[in-house]
């Protein structure tokens, strides 16, 4: 039987985190078909491309949950900054991004992440959100987007807000024309930047067109103190008590951060079936240490998200170390329990609880039949990685973006040997080195 690709000799990441040896992986159509021994898998198919997975690891792609790939050009521009960074930089930065900017921008952040291992990523949205479906699609990669939606606040410029129900209507175009392109690898969801920029009009008027629309809500969330005191001062009530009060609150809603969470949220959270996206690097220096283990004690589904490369850069295999480590640290430390927040989990956040909140038909974050082909191959024939007594722990503390040999989305090999074959590596680099110095120009930053 033929096979649009067949992976022979590899080891494979399983959904139980062991790692056979001397496996194959067929897939074809856009999906896994079968996983099997070498030996019995190739009397069986045929594989129109062929990878040879000697010294690999096969192991579902990673999902950033949370990211700005149109701030790829603000990289190290905000690093050792006294705040607010928001008013001072991003509000700046973003009002004065042209179209090719954005471009440029999100070609760099879609070839980084490719090369870092990454298959999927939702973005909470910025300006020119069109330009951002375009090159998802020339890309190969599978990603959810949403406008930067706002209506008011006094530091926001004219050009990023608008009245509730043009900033509906601007969704609902882009909606129209990218929702479900590239063979079902682009969604559209719905916006809201933050509780504070956007009024209790277009929340309500947001949760209730997504659900008309079946699409997801991205947003952020609970993300600092700030806004739990502008909830409570204008809704008497918490951010997540503010929105399960309205309705808005549910399984199609993704929230990034969640770290200003109280013990009493946590049991809504979980009932409501939304998703949280942790960013360990961006949280742990801004706003402080999310209750992850007590989230996943609760049922709460997590992924983790990069935060785009403002502040670092976009690779979900750091931000595995940095959760591992700080969590334990928070968490862990102080009662004497080095397993508060375990390796399996961390795995399980940067694929299955990515996947969930990727919110798409077939897509598991894990390597078996059935599930959507979004794999990547590690090469573990190194020292950093060889030899271990548990392959899959040693890859999520020790593992980097580099060790990412090939990558496969939606069934299509994108990457082969570390080199992408959706876009152009060089000539990215060099587009976005000359924009980069002429928008901080435009932007007087």
Same mark, same amino acid.
């Given at each position: ?83 607010? $960074?928001?008013?001072r930089f991003l509000v700046p930065f973003e009002s004065s991004l ?57 530091? $926001? ?88 009060? $309205? ?7 993704? @929230? ?31 706003? =402080? ?42 968490? =862990? ?31 598991? =974050? ?65 587009? @976005? ?9 435009? @932007?007087?930053?």
């Amino acid at each position: 039987m033929k096979c649009d690709i067949l992976i022979k000799d590899c080891t494979v990441m399983t959904e139980d985190y062991s790692t056979p040896r001397h496996m194959a992986v067929a897939v074809d159509q856009s999906m896994v078909l079968e996983v099997g021994e070498t030996k019995e898998m190739e009397e069986r198919y045929q594989g129109i491309t062929v990878l040879d997975g000697r010294g690999k690891l096969v192991m579902p792609g990673l999902t950033d949950g949370h990211t700005h790939v149109c701030q790829q050009l603000l990289r190290g521009r905000i690093s050792d900054e006294f705040p607010m $960074i928001w008013t001072r930089f991003l509000v700046p930065f973003e009002s004065s991004l042209t179209e090719e900017d954005v471009a440029a921008s999100a070609r760099l952040a879609c070839l980084q992440m490719i090369k870092s291992g990454t298959t999927s990523f939702a973005d909470a949205g910025g300006t020119h959100m069109e330009q951002v479906a375009e090159v998802v699609l020339e890309s190969g990669m599978r990603a959810s987007l949403s406008r930067s939606t706002m209506d008011k606040g006094e530091m $926001i410029p004219a050009s990023m807000k608008a009245p509730a129900k043009a900033c509906i209507q601007r969704t609902e175009e882009l909606y129209r024309h990218y929702n479900g392109k590239g063979d079902g690898r682009l969604a559209i969801w719905f916006g809201l930047r933050q509780i504070i920029s956007c009024s209790d009009e277009l929340i309500r008027m947001t949760g209730a067109r997504a659900a008309e629309l079946k699409t997801g809500i991205h947003l952020h969330l609970a993300e600092h103190k700030d806004e739990v005191v502008y909830c409570l001062e204008h809704y008497h009530l918490r951010p997540v008590e503010y929105l399960h009060g $309205i309705g808005v609150l549910g399984e199609n809603v993704v @929230a990034a951060h969640c770290v200003a969470v109280a013990d009493r949220e946590i049991p809504v959270m979980a009932a409501s079936g939304m998703k949280v996206v942790h960013c360990p690097r961006a949280n742990f220096c801004c706003q =402080g240490f999310p209750k992850t283990p007590q989230f996943l004690d609760r049922g709460v589904t997590v992924g983790l998200g990069s935060d785009g490369a403002a502040r670092d850069d976009v690779s979900i295999f750091e931000e595995m170390k940095t959760i591992r480590t700080g969590l334990s640290a928070a968490w =862990g430390l102080p009662v004497f329990d080095s397993t508060a927040l375990p390796n399996k989990d961390i795995l399980r956040m940067a694929t299955m609880g990515g996947a969930a909140a990727m919110q798409m038909e077939g897509v598991k =974050g894990a390597v078996k039949p059935g599930a959507k082909a979004d794999l990547i191959l590690i090469r573990t024939h190194a020292p950093h990685l060889e030899p271990t007594s548990n392959l899959a722990y040693t890859v999520a503390e020790t593992a980097y973006g580099s060790d990412v040999s090939d990558s496969i989305i939606n069934g299509k090999l994108v990457m082969k040997e570390r080199q992408v074959l959706t876009l152009d590596e060089e000539a990215i680099l060099a587009d @976005a080195g000359h924009r980069m110095k002429q928008v901080y120009e435009r @932007a007087g930053i």
